[in-house]
């Protein structure tokens, strides 16, 4: 009964490839999260969905989009993969958006591209 | 803008070591402040949290207080075990955040038998 899962565990591509990560919750939470991990541990918010609605897009490439069919699903879908896309993509969830609303995570994804 | 600062990693101590990892902020109003850890593999998970100045938070032996005269939150924990190797993580967020924490480096600890 994982509460935030992410698919695939590991993902190694090539230079200009196409991929997706898919997040799933079954916490019942409002505001789903993704997050970029770099080698050095740095974390990086991306994009923040609440209800199906974007509520945070930094400033990330536009060859990454997210896409939230339903408040419990949360995918990244990443065009023509760099090598600096290489990082652990974390997943998370919360109750509510704001403050006090701990963050649930997923085990996160290993994008290696080569 | 807001801001956290950590102290830099790898702190390396013994087991039944007394652990401080520093963490200060910058921000404006009244935020919440957390600690995070991160297990090797895994991913992140709430420590422990302080809403509001003078509060202590405290989770598995570890606390940390808000103090807000010295805008730090130190985590610590009287005697450090193995299991407590992993990356830990200050955060801030305000009421006003957006839904956005705003994370510190990490610092990774490495506790040796």
């Known amino acids: 009964d994982t509460a935030v899962s992410q698919t695939p565990k590991y993902l190694v591509t090539q230079m200009g490839n196409d991929k997706s990560i898919k997040c799933e919750q079954n916490?019942?939470?409002?505001?789903m999260y993704w997050y970029k991990q770099d080698s050095k541990k740095f974390l990086k918010i991306m994009f923040s969905y609440n209800n199906k609605e974007l509520i945070i897009n930094e400033t990330v490439p536009n060859r990454f989009s997210p896409k939230s069919p339903d408040k419990a699903h949360l995918n990244l879908h990443i065009n023509s993969l760099e090598l600096g896309d290489s990082a652990v993509y974390f997943c998370a969830s919360s109750r509510r958006g704001g403050v006090g609303s701990p963050l649930h995570f997923g085990n996160g994804t290993r994008l290696t591209v080569t | 803008g807001d801001s956290v600062t950590q102290m830099e990693g790898p702190v390396t101590l013994s087991e039944e070591a007394f652990l401080t990892i520093n963490c200060t902020y910058t921000?404006?109003?009244?935020?919440?402040l957390f600690w995070y850890v991160q297990y090797p593999g895994e991913g992140l998970q709430l420590l422990l949290k302080?809403?509001?100045a003078d509060d202590k938070g405290s989770n598995k032996g570890f606390e940390a207080t808000y103090r807000k005269e010295t805008t730090s939150f130190h985590l610590e924990k009287g005697s450090v075990q193995v299991s407590d190797s992993a990356v830990y993580f200050c955060a801030l967020g305000r009421m006003d955040s957006n839904y956005q924490l705003i994370w510190g480096a990490g610092t990774k600890l490495i506790i040796k038998p």
């Open positions: 302080a809403t509001k």
């Open positions: 916490l019942g939470h409002d505001t």
């Open positions: 921000a404006t109003g009244y935020p919440s």
